[in-house]
């Protein structure tokens, strides 16, 4: 099993920065990605951005150019940098990670944070 624990989000502005930091525990050497999701109400849980850990990212068009992701594969942990932060960037942000293990043939199986609220407004 992993265990994912968030920090940061909170309120800000509109045009502030916020910064997500998520770390793993448990059985953490088969994770490959790590990322950040993020559910609106009334809306399904979307990709915000991943990163693997060879350093491949990948972004939602939404937030590219304003959020940065970074990852220590070393340490299973994961940050989000959110700059120039929108009043449709308010959701709760989820950690995810995704493990590989072998039991005949590879599987992956995510695991996810307890969420964190992300609120932009004036």
């Known amino acids: 099993q992993v265990q994912l624990v968030e920090s940061g989000g909170g309120l800000v502005q509109p045009g502030g920065s916020l910064r997500l930091a998520c770390a793993a525990s448990g059985s953490i050497s088969g994770i490959h990605t790590m990322g950040w999701y993020h559910q609106a109400p009334g809306k399904q849980r979307e990709l915000v951005a991943v990163v693997t850990s060879g350093g491949g990212t990948n972004y939602a068009d939404a937030v590219k150019g304003r959020f940065t992701i970074s990852g220590d594969n070393a340490k299973k942990t994961v940050d989000l940098q959110m700059n120039s932060l929108k009043a449709e960037d308010t959701a709760v942000y989820y950690c995810?990670?995704?493990?590989?293990?072998?039991?005949?043939?590879?599987?992956?199986?995510?695991?996810w944070g307890q969420g964190t609220q992300v609120t932009v407004s004036s």
């Open positions: 995810n990670a995704v493990r590989r293990y072998f039991n005949g043939r590879f599987n992956d199986d995510n695991y």
